[in-house]
């Protein structure tokens, strides 16, 4: 057992680092990171430094060769990853192009349209989004309702998209539709991409209950009236929509999303800072059970990441315990939310007007989101249940039946 | 980045498994139990023939000279047959002190009859109903000879030596003790797991060797029950992932209102959450083992990380194992219970989760590391 590089790794990771040290400027540890809040500079931002990355061959490291890629392993993904999050760089808005999009844009598009597209997406000059979610089709996505109706050598939408991040600045979308609502709910489904800009799409950011809409990499409403897609740019056979859908999701399996912001050494920093009841928060046992509870757990999820890259480090399939990271560590961001904002006792809801939210305010305000983003957690435990136990499926109400009779409500 | 066991521990601990299947797996269990044995005699003759209790014993002592990562591997399948057999207290606790602290001569002495069997050892702490401190530790010695009583002793009637924490003129100290030898009275405690045995040990001018030296027996005793909880988080993930597993399999085989009662979802989150405390705990011992076979300076927050992780896997998957299997989990027929118990006297035997939890923050306090 050790936590080193294997030779190959390790210089790998020395190339990574001597282009970073070239390209970027290491972050300051004491600094707060600058959070860019107009938009429009945001995108400018990460555009710049997204064709750096692309002119040096760091863009899509995962793609293949003949796409621009060098076919990088799962390893040297993490590897430039740990690199590239040290150094002050804008936050991406091209991943879900480059890890959803492109991977199923290679595998179900033209050559033509692979020529067209793939390199703008590369280079950052096109930003892509997916299109899945839907008002009354969340967990159960399959259950989605836009229609795709067939006319000549178009497709005419209409319908509603939710929850898709980065609309308001994106260029293309992947699209899931329901062409036949007298098949089974999975199998009237059809995929396809589409230009955001076509007449008749109409996107409406979200406000969250953080109070924020549109800003970063948010959350939108897409309108789709009478929108029309040629159907040259169906991905797949007409109904296989769902099928294209799943591949599309498996490209994400590595992202394992690691809910951000405080944490245990936050926690533990304020209680060793701080009095309460007229003593230092870490005196107080109570406290101290907790700090023990979330060490626990931050210290669990940050050995399991270790032993997936270990596995994926010996070119071995990692085994199912990824799985767990998003529902322990959004439900702990929410519990260590909740204990900074208790310390401040009856003051603990005040909001500083210099500073703004403190991390824990942020914590706590931002932890019901991630919950439900990617999966609830209840979902989540649906997946580790059936697909890690082998525990069976529920019985399904809407087995075998066509679509437009599956019960809705409203 | 390698944070896993090698190839031959893999193949080491796959051998430990099918061992203890093929010895009979729970029915040793139930057999202690039921006849009221201090342990399972046969199995353990066959434990010393494999070698095991000689694993971390060099060569020189006639020993397999391997390394802690050995042990866990072995470790996580005793915990998984609950196996009735004095191998954390002879192995964990009492070898690791000889090796770590014994003088050459007594090295020379006990540790080839270590792995023999010849000699069988514990370690003495427990005192009273309380969490023992170096201020409140009354067992005493004055020159060699021992006197005081020390209560929840592991295996001291098979054993025949015994590491005894007593108070010394200089501060604690870790004492060897021949448990035939005069003044030594030892009487049999009932306790919650009846396939373990645990026993009051009265010590009256008793004669003794120190191990280590005067003085920094607190130090000494504190690293070897660091040491001892990464092994002990491995019998507990073990013991957890053995309970989901029969909670699972239980789960697909009974039918209530015409279906798997693993189909409804109250059940699989309840599975989901064990199988997650099972992951986490398993990680953190992952962490655990590289920091003792290492000899990591982070040991102290390791072992005191991988035992109150292991210790709350253990426990919920336990009495969830129990909780799945309804009315017939609180039967004395089914196995459920034998978890049950063996989860809550493992979650004691080196201190309470609480003690361990307060390991654990000290050593965050001194370190605050988490990259």
Redesign the interface.
Known sequence: MDFNDTPDQAKFRAKCKEWLDSNAKLKDAGKRINVESNLEELIAKAKVWQKKKYDAGWAMLHWPKEYGGINATPIERIIWGQEESKYDVPGSIFEIGLGMCGPVMMQYASEEQKERYLPPMAEGKEIWCQLFSEPSAGSDVAGLRSKAVKDGDEWVINGQKVWTSGAHYSDYGILVVRHDPDLEKHKGLTFFFVDMKSPGITVKPIKQITGTAGSGAGFNEVYFDDVRIPDSQRLGEIGDGWKVAITTLMNERLAVGDAKGADVNEALSLAKDKDDFGQLMIKNQAVRDKLADWFCEANGLKYTKFRTMSALSKGEAPGPEASITKIVSANKLQAIGNFGIDSGDMAGMLIDEEDGMSSFQAAWLGAPGLRIAGGTDEILKNIIAERVLGLPQDPRADKGLPFKDIPSGK | ?????SDDQKFLQDEARKFFDKEGGLTNTRKVMDESLSHDEALWGKVLELGWTGIRIPEEYDGLGLGH?ELCVIAEEIGRALAPIPFSSSVYLFTETIIKYGSEEIKKNVLPKLVTGEIVGTYAVAEDMSAITESTLSCAVEGDSVNGAKIAVPDAELATHAVVLVKGTKGPELRLVDLNSDGVEISLQKNLDKSRSFYKVAFNNTQSSLLGDQGSGWESHVHIMDQAAVLFAFEQVGGSQQA?DMA?EY??ERYAFG??I????A???K???M??AV??????C??G??AL??ESSELPLAAA?SR??AT?AFQLCAKENIQTHGGNGFTWEYDCHLFYKRSKVLSLNLGSE?SW??K??SA??KT?T?N
């Open positions: 980045m390698n944070l896993d066991f990562l989901l699972k789960a697909m279906r798997q693993g189909s409804y979802q059940i699989k989150h599975l989901a959450d199988y997650v992951t986490l705990a398993k990680s953190n992952y962490y083992a590289w076979s290492s990380t109150v992780s709350k609480a939890k307060e654990l923050v965050m306090e605050n988490l």
